[in-house]
């Protein structure tokens, strides 16, 4: 005979299947889906208003032959220098508020609040501060040291760096709360050993600091690659058009603007997934390298 299940058991498997259906259609509605649609899409021709047609290659074929393309790629890779900035200062950051001083916890919370501000809200302010005429910014420099601050989001050498700066203000206090978590989990033991051998303080961060960091220092490098070929919203609100001569269009803004200007959802669906490809690629060179420097206690 059969083992039937017993009630209580066919209750449990109900009751996991319900709890972990949500997720799941989440997952295949708004993930599984859309992924399968871009990539047919990528192949085809289509403004979201007549039939799709059938293009083969022709959407690549336009895309590395197009000037915008090239551009919006070398303005993405551009913002990169801000990933080895950021951790510098993030990580100085994190040794200041080390420290068992009074009332750290205030500076800690102070430096996290660009975190959690609303990305929207932000742009907003910071289109105020680096206005050319009434900026607070080209005003603190010229109050200071006498000259004409620069037109930071008119001119295109100097709109890209104004994005980098915004992105150093709101990131780096994420960036110290995983390097604070890491220092505060080295033992001080080692430190004690090295003070009896007699290292200095310099010796003691490039030896012992910096290597037990290394596993921070792996994660933030890569999600801030990531992060940093995804950005958009800065540039949507501070960078109109693209900016002066397009120098302010990262490659998602210029999928956005192929997709929901011009219409061109098939091309832009080619160019979403040579980004992806292109995120896939740098994040597995990460990985793969990652066992030459990264320390594994």
């Keep these: 005979m059969k083992n039937k299940t017993p009630g209580y058991r066919r209750k449990e ?17 708004f993930s599984l889906v859309p992924i399968v649609t871009s990539f047919g899409l990528s192949f085809m021709s289509w403004d979201m208003f007549t039939p799709a047609k059938f293009s083969g290659l022709e959407n690549f074929k336009y895309m590395f032959a197009d000037e915008k ?3 919006s790629l070398f303005n993405t890779a551009f913002l990169l220098l801000g990933v ?26 102070i430096y996290y609040i660009p975190v959690i501000s609303p990305i929207i809200a932000v742009s907003l302010l910071w289109q ?13 420099i010229w109050n ?47 430190y004690e050993a090295a003070q009896v051998d007699g290292a200095s303080r310099w010796h003691q961060f490039k030896h012992i600091t910096l290597p037990l960091l290394s596993p921070i220092h792996f994660y933030v490098i890569v999600m801030g690659v990531i992060g940093t070929f995804q950005s958009f919203s800065q540039m949507y609100i501070l960078a109109a058009d693209g900016g002066p001569q397009y120098s302010g269009a990262t490659i998602v803004y210029y999928i956005f603007q192929e997709a929901f200007k011009y219409f061109n959802m098939g091309y832009a669906s080619s160019v979403a997934w040579v980004l992806g490809i292109l995120i896939f690629i740098l994040t597995l060179f990460q990985f793969r390298f990652s066992k030459r420097w990264v320390y594994q206690d």
């Excluded at 080895?84 to 919370?109: D, E, Q």
């Excluded at 200071?144 to 992105?167: A, C, E, R, T, Y």
């Design 13 to 29: 498997i109900i009751w996991s299947l319900l709890f972990i259906a949500p997720p799941i259609l989440g997952f295949l509605i």
């Design 69 to 71: 393309f090239y551009k």
């Design 84 to 109: 080895p900035i950021g951790m510098i200062i993030s990580m100085f950051l994190a040794i200041l508020m080390n420290r068992p001083l009074k009332g750290i916890s205030l500076f800690r919370t």
């Design 128 to 140: 105020w501060l680096l206005n050319y005429d009434y900026g607070i910014i080209n005003e603190f």
């Design 144 to 190: 200071i040291f006498g000259i004409q601050g620069p037109n930071w989001l008119g001119d295109p050498n100097w709109v890209k760096p104004s994005f980098i700066i915004m992105g150093l203000w709101g990131g780096v206090g994420g960036n110290m709360v995983l390097y604070l978590a890491g220092l505060q989990g080295i033992s001080s033991t080692y």
